[in-house]
């Protein structure tokens, strides 16, 4: 099994940073994809960055050139650096990985971004 901790997020004004961090402990045999989904009210779960095993990054078009994630893999840990915050950033933001074959999900972390 493996446990999954958050944190980071908060309230911020436009224009403004926030770091997330998410550390991963338990059995950790092989750890796949790691990687950041945020979900606003009323809308889908999206996936914001994700990070494979070997380095290779990619992001939504959404938040491109502003937000940026890193993985540690000797640390079993992924941050996701989010600059030049905006308004639409705004939603409860999940930290995910898999496992050998199994997902493993965050409990959430809220961001909120004042105009």
């Known amino acids: 099994q493996v446990q999954l901790v958050e944190s980071g997020g908060g309230l911020v004004q436009a224009g403004g940073s926030l770091r997330l961090s998410c550390a991963a402990s338990g059995s950790i045999y092989k750890i796949n994809d790691m990687a950041w989904y945020r979900q606003a009210p009323g809308k889908q779960r999206e996936l914001v960055a994700r990070a494979t095993r070997d380095g290779n990054t990619d992001y939504a078009d959404s938040v491109k050139g502003r937000f940026t994630i890193a993985r540690d893999n000797a640390k079993n840990t992924v941050d996701l650096q989010m600059n030049s915050l905006k308004p639409e950033d705004t939603a409860v933001y999940y930290c995910?990985?898999?496992?050998?074959?199994?997902?493993?999900w965050g409990q959430g972390t809220q961001v909120t971004v004042s105009s």
């Open positions: 995910f990985l898999q496992h050998l074959i199994t997902d493993y």
